[in-house]
């Protein structure tokens, strides 16, 4: 089946400097893919070259199985059929909500216009927003407008890029959610550019971890928090820490929490040194368990608190436990590992 969003081994360079190198990746029809990586990491550039507006020093860009881009080929941005969501929205103060819907639309007879506004109306759960102006909106309220008209003349593929950044945290990942679900129910394959991963969990089908330029690792949420292929993306993805450990043989390792067992990521022989990702919800609080951790953090989530320990041997871990085991700092506490799945990297010479 054609891909209806292909990048091929892109590059883009600006002003002589390579601002993303190496990039590929693929979207099917009716998915959501996610961008995600810290602010100059070169996410938003391999947007705007997507959307037509920079031309890819290397490689190509293929929408719909046709090449759109590549450093011979440069297919205008109006001809590409990309819908794009800013960060600033830009809602025509002037134009009613239904006017600024229309927007994008001009050349439609005006029976399909008004039967599209009041489809995306609903779609957003604003039917009764059609003649107000955007100032007397909210601004999740002006969220969803800028959405609506951006999906209204039915784009190929629709671009956002850090759409949620004016709002609060909590507001964001409920945002994400309900964006996903429109843009799912309307069918748009869709690509979102964000710094936050828990807007890309809420949102995406495919998420792309992009440092420095490179794409990292192009995956499932599920794989990226479970199976991440290297440390980077382990450090970025979820919280969590790398102890050392020993492979003592296949699918047993020897950590300073004990011996556990399960599959390894990646086959290494006996007596290899390797490092072990564990994230909070991979230690057990249990006060019968014989290894122990010294409080030294602690932060309240309502019904969980989440406790940096301090182990015997230096190393910190994080555990998650519930909020009614009120532990003071400097108490200790029992704990064990709780893995199946062992996530390890070689270690690094310098890490010992």
């Known amino acids: ?162 759409p949620f950044s004016s709002q609060d945290t909590e507001r964001r990942e409920q945002l994400a959610r309900e964006v996903g679900r429109i843009l799912r129910q309307d069918g748009i394959t869709a690509l979102l550019v964000t710094h936050d991963q828990h807007e890309a969990f809420a949102m995406a089908d495919h998420i792309g971890v992009m440092r420095d330029g490179r794409l990292l690792q192009w995956d499932s949420p599920y794989n990226l928090y479970h199976c991440p292929l290297s440390r980077e993306v382990a450090d970025f993805i979820g919280q969590g820490v790398l102890i050392q450990g020993r492979v003592l043989e296949e699918g047993r390792l020897e950590t300073p929490l004990g011996v556990v067992a399960g599959d390894f990521s990646q086959p290494l022989p006996p007596g290899a040194a390797v490092d072990l990702l564990v994230r909070p919800d991979d230690i057990i609080h249990d006060d019968h368990s014989d290894n122990a951790g010294t409080v030294t953090e602690k932060v309240f989530r309502g019904e969980q608190y989440l406790y940096t320990l301090g182990l015997p041997n230096g190393t910190r871990v994080l555990c998650l436990a519930p909020s009614h085991h009120d532990h003071r700092i400097g108490e200790r506490i029992g704990i064990r590992l709780d893995l199946d799945h062992l996530v390890i990297f070689p270690r690094k010479a310098a890490d010992g």
């Open 1 to 162: 089946m054609t891909a209806q969003l292909r990048l091929e081994t892109v590059a883009v360079r600006l002003d002589g400097q390579t601002i993303v190198s190496d990039i590929s990746l693929e979207l099917a029809a009716g998915e959501i893919g996610c961008l995600l990586g810290p602010s100059g990491c070169g996410k938003t550039t391999l947007l705007r070259a997507i959307a037509g507006f920079e031309r890819p020093a290397a490689g190509e860009i293929h929408l719909r199985g046709h090449r759109v881009a590549s450093p011979r080929t440069l297919l205008a941005p109006e001809q590409r059929r990309v819908g794009m969501v800013f960060q600033d929205l830009a809602l025509f103060p002037h134009l009613s909500v239904g006017a600024n819907i229309a927007f994008g639309m001009r050349g439609r007879s005006k029976k399909e216009i008004d039967e599209r506004i009041g489809e995306l109306l609903e779609l957003v759960g604003l039917p009764e927003l059609r003649d107000v102006h955007p100032h007397r909106l909210s601004g999740g309220q002006q969220q969803r407008i800028a959405l609506a008209r951006a999906m209204a003349p039915r784009p190929d593929l629709l671009l956002l890029d850090e």
